[in-house]
T-cell receptor, first 108, second 113 residues
Framework: KNEVEQSPQNLTAQEGEFITINCSYS?????LHWLQQHPGGGIVSLFM???GKKKHGRLIATINIQEKHSSLHITASHPRDSAVYIC??????????FGGGTRVLVKP | DVKVTQSSRYLVKRTGEKVFLECVQD?????MFWYRQDPGLGLRLIYF???????EKGDIPEGYSVSREKKERFSLILESASTNQTSMYLC????????????FGPGTRLTVT
């Protein structure tokens, strides 16, 4: 059974700081998703990656398949980045396995 | 723009009531999912459907059933609501097999009293 662990569980940063969230998983996967959930519930897909690195604006996601590890970086963080960030792995098939989430608070 | 909608944002029901949560997607996606989200437990899959009238149990199907009569609509049914089913319910849709983004609805916060 795939276990997906995120760290840290909670993170507080000052505006402008560089933020890193880590995700480790225990079995081979075909893809990894990073999701963002703002207060109120809606979840938005940020990235889906199977190798290497992807960048979108101030967000960068990397994955190391051999080490079973992914990171999400937020550069020049802003209070609007305050949210819960969730990583989810996809093995063969349709189902995703979710990490517990990292709650990020960016203070002005 | 892709859209997944859920019938209610907030719902309050009494113990023993039959509850219907509706989810509609406008993307013609084959796969639809129902999750519940609880503090400390994260997102857990209740049921999913990969085609009309097709369904598979997820990790926590007990106390729930689903219906998918049309491709765009996936319903979650609580046959006899209980207080331990108080939760945030999230619907999602994804196209076909393979590596594709998953699109989520806004969620329904259900309280069973």
């Amino acid at each position: 059974k795939n276990e997906v662990e995120q760290s840290p569980q909670n993170l507080t940063a000052q505006e402008g700081e560089f933020i890193t969230i880590n995700c480790s998983y225990s079995v081979g996967i075909s893809a990894l998703h990073w999701l963002q959930q703002h207060p109120g519930g809606g979840i938005v897909s940020l990235f889906m990656l199977s190798s290497g690195k992807k960048k979108h604006g101030r967000l960068i996601a990397t994955i190391n398949i051999q080490e079973k590890h992914s990171s999400l970086h937020i550069t020049a963080s802003h209070p609007r980045d305050s949210a819960v960030y969730i990583c989810a792995t996809q093995a063969a098939g349709n189902k995703l396995t979710f990490g517990g989430g990292t709650r990020v608070l960016v203070k002005p | 723009d892709v859209k997944v909608t859920q019938s209610s944002r907030y719902l309050v029901k009494r113990t023993g009531e039959k509850v219907f949560l509706e989810c509609v997607q406008d993307m013609d996606h084959e796969n639809m999912f129902w999750y519940r989200q609880d503090p400390g437990l994260g997102l857990r899959l209740i049921y999913f459907s990969y085609d009309v009238k097709m369904k598979e149990k997820g990790d926590i199907p007990e106390g729930y059933s689903v219906s998918r009569e049309k491709k765009e609509r996936f319903s979650l049914i609580l046959e006899s609501a209980s207080t331990n089913q108080t939760s945030m319910y999230l619907c999602a849709a994804r196209v076909g097999q393979g590596h594709y983004e998953q699109y989520f609805g806004p969620g329904t916060r259900l309280t069973v009293t």
